[in-house]
């Protein structure tokens, strides 16, 4: 059964970067079948798209983050990290990491996400 | 602001059956992308409850469906539960923005 467990500070001071980590286990992240991705809420708002990796093709962000985030992969330790450059208080939020399906109705795409971590609440604050 | 639009909050008596809408556009729902929903609970994590618009996961009680038309799709929940007090979100991707959409978010109150 495939688990994911995010990693990582809780609290990071303004205008540092936030690394967070998610470890995976019960299966590959080096497969090209899925998506890799996180999702972050703030306290009191919705779920937020952050960006989603795949091996072998290009990464994508969501265009109001793109120029704060880097997804990156790392097979041999079966894991994919999170960094958000530049955090303020607005970037505080329990942050999800999630496997993502491949859609095939219109060309290849990041479809649903599942499984999900049980999330890890990151607090920016000096 | 999400490009997917959800009402804000649905409320029904335990026993009733209770829709939450999800609205997008030509870019998502209306090209022909997957719908996807989503319980959350406090403190736990997010799980899927109905993908590509219509079908549940292993596990999902039958007392949730899902259905899709146009440019906007619906979660229908029957036989309403206390345990079912949470909030729900939908999900598509989005070929103007080349990534993955939430909507807003509605809460459910079981009265």
């Known amino acids: 059964q495939l688990q994911l467990q995010e990693s990582g500070p809780g609290l990071v001071k303004p205008s540092e970067t936030l690394s967070l980590t998610c470890i995976v286990s019960?299966?590959?992240?080096?497969?090209?079948?899925?998506?890799w991705g996180w999702i972050r809420q703030p306290p009191g708002k919705g779920l937020e798209w952050i960006g989603t990796?795949?091996?072998?093709?290009?990464?994508a962000y969501n265009p109001s983050l793109k120029s704060r985030v880097t997804i990156s992969e790392d097979t041999s330790k079966n894991q994919f990290t999170l960094s958000l450059s530049s955090v303020t208080a607005a970037d505080t939020a329990v942050y999800y990491c999630a496997r993502q399906e491949v859609g095939f109705s219109r060309g290849y795409y990041p479809d649903w996400f599942d499984p999900w971590g049980q999330g890890t609440l990151v607090t920016v604050s000096s | 602001q999400s490009v997917l639009t959800q009402p804000p909050s649905v409320s029904g008596a335990p026993g009733q059956r209770v829709t939450i809408s999800c609205t997008g556009s030509s870019s998502n729902i209306g090209a022909g992308y997957g719908v996807h929903w989503y319980q959350v609970v406090p403190g736990a994590a997010p799980k899927l409850l109905i993908y590509a618009n219509t079908n549940r996961p292993s596990g999902v009680p039958h007392r949730f469906s899902g259905s899709k038309s146009g440019t906007s799709a619906s979660l229908a929940i029957t036989g309403l539960q206390a345990e079912d007090e949470a909030e729900y979100y939908c999900q598509s991707y989005d070929s103007s923005l080349r990534g993955s959409e939430f909507g807003g978010g509605t809460k459910l109150t079981v009265l």
């Open positions: 019960g299966g590959s992240i080096g497969s090209t079948s899925y998506y």
């Open positions: 990796i795949r091996k072998s093709a290009t990464s």
